[in-house]
């Protein structure tokens, strides 16, 4: 893994576990912790990960670094 810019210090890295399918598949799903995997221009083609069957700890805590005071 690269990541493409700096990652701050005290930073959570962690896996984010789950299904993957299209997210048209997922439209109506009542998950709430769904993540963006592949974003297309087609809308047919774009993929999510559903953390909803087999996810992990990640699930509870993404975005916790996006708070800002």
């Known amino acids: 893994m690269q990541a493409d810019a ?3 210090d005290m930073t959570f890295i962690t896996e984010y576990a ?3 399918d299209y997210l048209e598949n997922r439209a109506s799903d009542d998950c709430d912790c769904i ?3 592949l974003l297309t221009e087609v809308p047919s083609q774009r993929l999510v ?3 909803d069957k087999r996810g992990n700890v ?3 805590i993404s975005g916790i670094n996006n ?3």
Request: proline share 11%; charged share 20%; net charge neutral.
């Open 18 to 20: 789950g299904d993957v």
């Open 67 to 69: 708070y800002t005071p």
């Open 6 to 8: 700096d990652i701050k």
């Open 58 to 60: 990640s699930r509870f």
């Open 49 to 51: 990960i559903c953390p």
């Open 35 to 37: 993540m963006t995997l």
